[in-house]
């Protein structure tokens, strides 16, 4: 199966950027999707943006307007482009494939941390 492995995070004040890189062990098209997640303190992991094969993007309502899902595919990366961020956001970023999904398995994930 394809691996994920997640980097980038960081602290950041409120109203600033991080991007995120997804960097795959092989190519993104042998899956049907890349999709993000977070995970805050204490609460359940979330779905935040996903890029599908055929490059069709999809958010959760927190992020529409704020966050952007992109690829380069011949870096083999998926990338996610996090402005105008808010204490919310802190918390742990995770990339993921459906089928690990499905199966409940994840990498060690980002730490992303907000300031107020």
């Known amino acids: 199966q394809l691996q994920l492995v997640e980097s980038g995070g960081g602290l950041v004040q409120a109203g600033g950027s991080l991007r995120l890189s997804c960097a795959a062990s092989?190519?993104?098209?042998?899956?049907?999707?890349i999709d993000w997640f977070h995970q805050a303190p204490g609460k359940r992991r979330e779905f935040v943006a996903s890029?599908?094969?055929?490059?069709?993007?999809n958010y959760a309502d927190s992020v529409k307007g704020r966050f952007a899902i992109s690829r380069d595919a011949a870096k083999n990366t998926v990338y996610l482009q996090m402005n105008g961020m808010k204490p919310e956001d802190t918390g742990v970023y995770y990339c993921?494939?459906?089928?690990?999904?499905?199966?409940?398995?994840w990498g060690l994930g980002t730490q992303v941390t907000v300031s107020s």
């Open positions: 890029i599908s094969k055929d490059g069709t993007t």
């Open positions: 092989g190519s993104i098209f042998s899956v049907n999707a």
């Open positions: 993921n494939h459906p089928y690990q999904e499905s199966v409940e398995y």
